[in-house]
């Protein structure tokens, strides 16, 4: 059976492309308060999909943005049940004129498909819509039952999620949770990712003088907005960039000697991963590798700092006000909640009187990691190294994935992440990009994943 | 004769704020790159007045704006020729939402008209040239003679005006400088000003990783240009809010005993001021009044801070460039070119290898001082307390003027600035405004220091 599906995926290549291009086409920015219509249009079409391969699938209204639920329905014997999650928002483009390509336009070239949400999520969900169409088309029903959970709200912090699965929780009773939001290890290997960073996100606003100040006519006697500004955000991080708020890093898990080792093994190349990024160095937290600055330590990054003048040349003003964004990725067994109101009791506490503060907290979620040894993550792994002809890496992720404590607690269920997208993806910078042989291997993968569950 | 010129400015009034709100419509902002149509309309509006006036008057081409020169002629007996100082270009108008009515339509309302360049310096600037029509129409001629350089470029540094000034020595030669772009010392009470600080602006750019990352996957393993940002604006200050850059006040004049008196005799009220800016609380170097830090402590503030994720809600990324602009206000004797490659080296210092750094350098300008017995300065306190009916303070001024050090060194002439537009009049921020009542009263003081100079 498995070579007929095979069959079915390349001789589907132009089709599967075609819709994932008109999916792309769709300007689904969850960041965006007059996107309502776009995030729309790309929830119906995920649910259509769905129900073109002869799933149930519906739109479940949130708070937010609307969520798809879908289901295959009851497989032969006795076989788990697997819930794929995705989600079909995406980022904001940022700076447009960096676009080779328009975000929007999804571009084919050099045998990647270009465009916002090409690897993020939009292409690694289709991967498992067009392995379960394999699948419908090739055996006319699945092996195991699946069902779909494909979000709108993933890069704004899941907000309405657990409402929703609390609410729904035995409609999406299941086994384990498959989800493809990760990334290979490098192009050559495919990942299985088995932890996740968690995190909070704050917005910092500054008030000093009414409105913007002549800087000669009162500099020096009153706080400028942007001096505070960069000196509380200079203070929350030490010279050895240890972050310095008050414990911060108390309930931090410290690295397994399993997880250790498994690390240690990796191909990891410090110089090809710096040449990726662009940075001239690498820098991080003294006293650890740079793997284990990204898996399994916590960091605290500026996203974007605002305020004053911005505009060319110069224009001599104290400003009125000023700006930050600041996250922070945190890790086992670090609570999101008190990790917020420490941030905000050390950043009050690095706040002169003579300016006025706001904190905003955008989001904050916790870290994720499950069992390296589960039946679920070595079928997965079997799956993958099938699907690519290459033996997949277990490793862990600094990226956010808010929903997996979630689906533990309320489903009781661990998660699965099978990564198909390039690590230098460009997923929240410009010209994303999912490859077309990722987007193969990966239904590929997952067509395997589900023919290895059903019971034989 | 003085009665006569007061009722031809009393009678002018009408006339007087139509000229001005004919100017102020024209956005001649100097920072605007592609402002330079305005900058030529507004050039050729000032000369066109001058020539009204009965003067000689032309339009000067310099590297950057375009300046106006003008020329009474020689004047009865051997009094001394006055070089009236200012300029027509302004600063830019910043978030205009927050402007009540636009900048550029200049509306009058509670006996104030509203504009950007108001006060700074349109408005201040034709007191000068009403006074001297008043002059003309009244006496018929000029009671000494006044020549007129009003530049184009002194919100960005006047960059090309030293030039100008050796090219035109012979043209411009003159025995005192007088210009109004400095504020009265209260509501109540005008003020003649003999010294500004100089001032070194500077704009930093920080280049990290080659386009924004995603801050899980990167984070903690490279550089983040907004932290390191943070890290080097604050490192420019101590605790104490005392510049750090080494050797920054070595040359610091320290205020002399007689200065000190004068300054401590000024009615200052800090919660008045303090009101004026809206700030919550004063703040400033430790060890120094809140006028002493105004006029003779050296200043260092942030002008704007920009980049990364500037926009609504969250975005998680590192990065990849991030800018600064950052100004010193400099004090005798301090060299602002030594200043501004010692901050160089310290920025240089605070900068660590996995980022990219530029530094721009917008201008630098000397501060001044000139002596407080000096005749010029009796002469303009004696006509702007008749212009006024009330005695003048004697002040200095946190704001630059680059070009004052020139006038001493070329034309070796020390410069008057008698300010005639009130403290909180918005100088570079919103609702930039000037009032008719010293629209009047400036007026009249020039009118009287002329007159005071004239040979009896």
Chains 1, 2 share one sequence.
Request: proline share 6%.
């Amino acid at each position: 059976m498995i070579e007929r599906i095979d069959n079915y995926i390349r001789d589907n290549q132009d089709q599967f492309v075609e819709s994932l291009t008109a999916l792309l086409r769709i300007a689904s920015i969850s960041t965006d308060k007059s996107a309502a219509a776009e995030m729309h249009e790309a929830a119906s079409w995920v649910q259509q999909r769905l129900v073109a391969c002869g799933f149930a699938a519906e739109i479940v209204e949130t708070a937010g943005h609307p969520a798809v639920l879908g289901d295959s329905g009851p497989a032969d014997g006795d076989g788990p049940t697997v819930l794929v999650y995705g989600h079909y928002d995406v980022q904001p483009v940022g700076d447009e004129s960096l676009w080779h390509t328009p975000p929007f336009e999804a571009t084919l070239r050099n045998g990647s498909i270009y465009a916002r949400g090409a690897a993020d999520d939009k292409g690694q969900v289709l991967t498992h819509i067009f392995a379960a169409e394999a699948w419908m088309k090739t055996a006319g029903k699945m092996p195991v039952r699946v069902k779909y959970l494909i979000e709108g709200e993933e890069e704004v912090g899941s907000a309405n999620l657990g409402a929703l699965i609390e609410s729904r929780r035995k409609q999406l009773a299941c086994d384990y949770v498959v989800l493809s939001d990760t990334a290979k290890f490098n192009s050559r290997t495919p990942a299985i990712t088995y932890g996740t960073k968690g995190m909070v996100y704050k917005e910092l606003n500054l008030t000093g003088p009414k409105q913007d100040l002549h800087s000669g006519s009162f500099g020096g006697t009153i706080a400028n907005p942007g001096n505070v500004l960069a000196n509380i955000v200079a203070g929350l991080k030490d010279h050895d960039q240890r972050v310095t708020i008050p414990g911060f890093y108390d309930n931090v898990r410290a690295i397994s000697p399993e997880e250790q080792v498994a690390m240690d093994g990796l191909p990891f190349d410090e110089q090809v991963y710096l040449a990726m990024t662009g940075s001239p160095a690498l820098d991080g937290e003294a006293g650890f590798s740079t793997l284990a600055r990204r898996w399994v330590r916590p960091t605290l990054d500026v996203n974007g700092l605002f305020g004053g003048f911005m505009g060319e040349g110069a224009s001599t003003i104290i400003p009125a006000c000023m700006g930050a964004k600041v996250s922070m990725r945190i890790v086992p067994d670090q609570d999101p909640e008190k990790i917020s109101a420490a941030f905000d009791s050390a950043v009050r506490a690095l706040t002169p009187e003579g300016v006025g503060l706001e904190i905003k907290t955008h989001a904050t979620a916790a870290a994720y990691v499950c069992p390296i040894d589960s039946p679920g993550i070595k079928a997965a792994a079997e799956a993958v190294e099938g699907g690519y002809g290459a033996r997949p890496a277990l490793i862990r992720e600094g990226g956010t994935l808010p929903i997996l404590p979630l689906f533990r607690q309320v489903l009781g269920a661990n998660s699965i992440m099978m990564g198909f997208c390039e690590p230098d993806c460009n997923a929240h910078g410009p010209n994303e990009f999912f490859s077309l042989a990722d987007l193969t291997n990966g239904t590929r993968s997952v067509a395997r994943f589900l023919d290895r569950l059903a019971p034989r």
